[in-house]
């Protein structure tokens, strides 16, 4: 089983390779589970609008299925024959399931009557979007290969610490701040977990605010810490 640092990760991985082997013998390709999230995603989106409790809850669990289904289609490939056309579909779908899930919340929020807040999953998913394309950029694009040397790109599921790290070493502030943010960060995964919660208690104006707060100050971090490597580097470059 391939090993995850984070634990909405490593709980999802080892769900899947208990559904993963029944998915194999009925002879359900990895193919179909990836394409399957996006219908699962309009499901959610879909049942949210209503203003019946009872299909908040339904939403929130194909919320679940949506982000389960992202580790499950790995483990079928795995058992199976990996597609070309999966590893393309499986970014895409992540992305378009968002938007439709955020498009819902916003148009939910539009219908409830609040005018103010209707932009506001958008922008979420407008500066989740941009943040995840700063990496992307400086990791594939070879213009930014300079900004490598100073850019930390994610590091290996290895080299991450987990709990066990944490009590083995002295512990610090720093440290323990680091490892909550990288456990509950809005990544994919954890935003879908954080709409599940606020789909189920009923507070989505007040958690959709919360993690596009969050999601606005990480871009803008991003932004400012790759701005300070391009002035340090074109010093660099005039020094030399």
Known sequence: MKYHSQYIKLFY???SEKVSPIMVKYN???NAISISRIIFA????????SEYYIFHILSAIFLFIFSFFDALDGSIAQKTKKSYFGLWIDP????????????????KLYNLGENLMVLIPLLNFFFYIQRSLIGSDIRTKEKFIKFREFYSLPKNENTTETVNDLTKKSLSIKRLLKFAF????????????YLMIFIIVNQMK???????????????YEVYKVTKISIKLDNKNSDE
């Open 28 to 30: 359900i390709s990895a």
């Open 13 to 15: 991985r080892f769900l």
């Open 42 to 49: 309009i499901l959610a989106g879909v049942l949210y609008l």
């Open 206 to 220: 007040m958690g959709i605010t919360v993690l596009f707060t969050i999601n606005l100050f990480w871009y803008l």
């Open 182 to 193: 990288h456990q509950f960060s809005p990544h994919t995964h954890n935003q879908i977990i």
């Open 92 to 107: 895409l779908f992540d992305r378009l399931g968002l938007l439709i899930i955020f498009s819902c919340i916003s148009l």
